[in-house]
């Protein structure tokens, strides 16, 4: 048993340094420690049996050195590619984002906004003038008014928010004036909050055709849906005028109309802040909102 101890723990020890069957040679330097120390028990072969034990002893302890350090290698490259995949991934979120950033200051530098008044009833009305070759979309534009010292008095935001604006074209929006009298600050100027990707990515903008008829009691508008896509949801604005002076903006609400249909909607007259109805002699219809259906 003593020889063959020592066989099997050499055969062992040089299996350990074999690649990819090393871990085999576990099994040989397992048996040539048993028999090793069954031969040193029974005292035979007390010479081979000793260096048996010693070489399988030091083959185990080399094999499990061997494998703590390639599982500890293997995390480590997983742990290096794990870090590496997320900063990956974070850089380019980052740089989505930034860019997504650059885009809407430069779109917003080519939006003009100018006041048109304040309405019968008390609205401040002003027009938006998208100057780009491309839509915009806003979440809301806000107006900063100011005392005749140029201190801060109120801020308001525009009633309709989450619209969009074709390219080259102008919309109309306002301040809802019910309990405000924004005629007593000289002063004021605008801000705009360019939409999220969720916001645009949920409007449609282009390819709409707006039709109206004056009833005689309301405007009648059809909104006709020339996109590829559906909508759920329609909001326009209609703006009054006497001359050209802006007596009245009000919106209308429609249902969505699927690809060549179209929403109708009934916008109301213009009232002053008693209520009663104010003359004009030509309105606007601007389209403000169009949600795509998911």
Do not use: H
């Amino acid at each position: 048993m003593g020889i063959a101890s020592l066989v099997l723990s050499i055969v062992s020890l040089v299996l350990g340094f074999v690649p990819f069957v090393w871990l085999i040679a576990i099994i040989p330097a397992l048996v040539g420690l048993i028999l090793g120390i069954i031969s040193l028990a029974k005292k035979k072969q007390k010479g081979q049996s000793i260096a048996g034990i010693v070489i399988s002893v030091i083959t185990i302890v080399l094999l499990i050195f061997t494998f703590v350090n390639l599982f500890k290698t293997i995390g480590d490259l997983g742990k290096s590619f794990t870090d590496s995949f997320s900063s990956s991934e974070e850089d380019i979120l980052d740089n989505s984002f930034l860019n997504e950033e650059d885009n809407s200051e430069k779109l917003k530098q080519n939006i003009a906004i100018e006041s048109l008044g304040i309405t019968a009833n008390g609205d401040f009305a002003f027009k938006i003038t998208n100057n780009n070759d491309e839509p915009v979309y806003l979440d809301s534009v806000s107006v900063v008014f100011k005392d005749a010292n140029g201190n801060f008095a109120l801020k308001d935001d525009s009633d309709v928010s989450y619209f969009s604006i074709p390219a080259n074209t102008e919309v109309i929006n306002f301040l809802w004036g019910l309990g405000e009298d924004y005629s007593q600050y000289p002063n004021y100027e605008f801000e705009i909050e360019m939409a999220s990707s969720y916001s645009k990515e949920n409007m449609l903008c282009d390819n709409f055709e707006i039709k109206s008829n004056n009833t005689g009691e309301q405007i009648a508008v059809e909104v006709v849906n020339n996109n590829e896509e559906a909508t759920e949801n329609t909001e326009v604005v209609v703006a009054y005028y006497q001359g050209d002076k802006i007596v009245g903006c009000e919106t209308g609400y429609g249902k969505g109309a699927a690809t060549g249909e179209s929403t109708y909607i009934n916008v109301d007259y213009p009232v002053d802040s008693d209520y009663d109805e104010v003359t004009f002699d030509k309105y606007e219809v601007y389209l403000l909102r169009a949600d795509k259906t998911f």
